[in-house]
């Protein structure tokens, strides 16, 4: 490809909006261009990486005996209701009406979409196992899009599928994909890590998350270096709720509490002695000891929040206006409307792990909450993932904790979709039976963003070699080597994915623009060879070069 005549459209400056590096770069480097919130347009330096993601991931499914199909992104709602999702996904699933005014969505997973086409299509035990697979876009109404294909709200997912006849196929189809996944970010070049993970709307009972290691990574993976055990923190360590067991527990009661805003109007209102109600609005979480995370205010803040209480683990108690400053909010943050779920660490209940929190509903609390049990299952996840307890639970040792980039996740389903959607085959006695289900997804888009993250410097972008948009960068600097650059342009051709600066530019210019996208190799027609005759070969990724003659140009790039 010649960049004459080329579409890279590289930018100087760093966009604004993007607040990690890899949005950065990728912005920068003429990858893509935001159409809306969380939807992007791929140029074609951008697609062509994607599709070499693509194409790892499609030649390690078809090896697996995966079957690739295309499913619709438009689906019918009557699917969603057969499985109940319809209501039960929330905000993220985005609905419309046809002009017939018939409801639909556009699929943010294929789990009724597949079920559907299996049931009808696949009768017998001799037809599995079967598992079928898709790369295509996916679309997630998520509520805060960010990082560009890190987090949108439309992006390329494989999705894959199992259907078997038992547990024991199950099982097996699970540990395949497993295998194959760890072959496919292998392949990608990236670090990475399997986890055991919370199963989420999808559903199911096992699952395993593929974890790209970076700190930018919106997930705290818990991992014991002595036994191996990891895991996301959403999932673990359960300290609270162990922690807490065996304590006394009152029953939930909720109380109107109007115009109560601060610790000192709840212990007014409620007539506790305000000593005892603990101004602090942040605790981490002890042994015995009733304290714990108790902040809680519209997502945005709290989001911010728990970031910087991750990074304050041995914080242990601080006042109310410390606690501003370090989270940055405004005094009025703390007002019934910034703080629209306010939790409260009781101290007034002595002893007791119970908790006055904000109902979440203007002017009431709920009293003798205890977040030992799943009474608010987010907060605990939040609260887990501020404070998450420092053991392993398998075998004791000290965790380790790190941040990861979910790019894949795999779900044991069972029957889940099959039962209530009546996907049945006929087993061998004949009898019918549920098919034995597996789902597992992969970010492919997201892979892209999680590589940049992992492999960039000041100058730009390193690509693994194997998902490099192109392997070589050839970079001419003198006019009066245009014969030579093109004889060398054709000679690389035949073996190399080859990008030619044949523009009409500054040395400088070219170098920026071709460290920006991250080609692994430069080989640079330049001085060295107009004075002996030597091109010279540059790696991008340490800057190390060498020197080589026309006629050994491909072996020493070998
Ligand atoms: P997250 O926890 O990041 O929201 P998820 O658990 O909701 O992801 P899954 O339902 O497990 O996602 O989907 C499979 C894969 O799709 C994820 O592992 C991730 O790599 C990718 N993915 C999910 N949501 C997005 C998104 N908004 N943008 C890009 N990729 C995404
Ligand atoms: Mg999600
Ligand atoms: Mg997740
Ligand atoms: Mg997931």
Redesign the pocket.
Known sequence: MRMTRYFLPTLREDQASAEIISHKLLLRGGFIRKVAS?IYNFLPIGFRALKKIENIVRAEMDRAGALEILMPMVQPAELWMETGRWQAYGK?LLRFKDRKEHDFCLG??HEEVITDLVRKEVRSYRDLPLILYQIAP?F?D?IR?RFG?????????K?AYSFDADEEGLEKSYQLMYETYERIFKNCGLKFRAVE??T???GGDV?H??MVLAETG??TLAICSACGYASNVELTPAILGEKYQGEPKKPLEKVYTPGVRSAKDVADYLGLPVSKITKTLIYIVEEKEPVAVVLRGDHEVNEVKLEKILSFRAFRMAREDEILKLIGAHPGFLGPKGLKMKVIADKALEGYPNFVIGANEDEYHYLNANLGETFVPDLIADVRKACPGDLCPRCGAPLDFTKG?????I?KLGTKYSSVMKATFLDKDGKEKPFIMGCY???????L??TVEQNHDENGIIFPWQIAPFHIALISLDKTLKEEAEKIYHKLQSHYEVLFDDRDERPGVKFKDMDLVGIPLQVILGKSYKEKGEIEIKIRKNGKRAYTKLDQLEETIE
Request: avoid cysteine; glycine fraction near 12%; proline fraction near 5%.
């Open positions: 969380g993220e943010p997973t996916k997630r998520e899009p294909l890190m987090r949108a709200r439309e992006f390329i997912m999705d993970a919370h989420g709307a999808i699952s998350e593929f919106e997930d980039i979910e790019v894949g996740h779900f997804g992969i970010g492919v888009s997201r892979v963003s999680a």
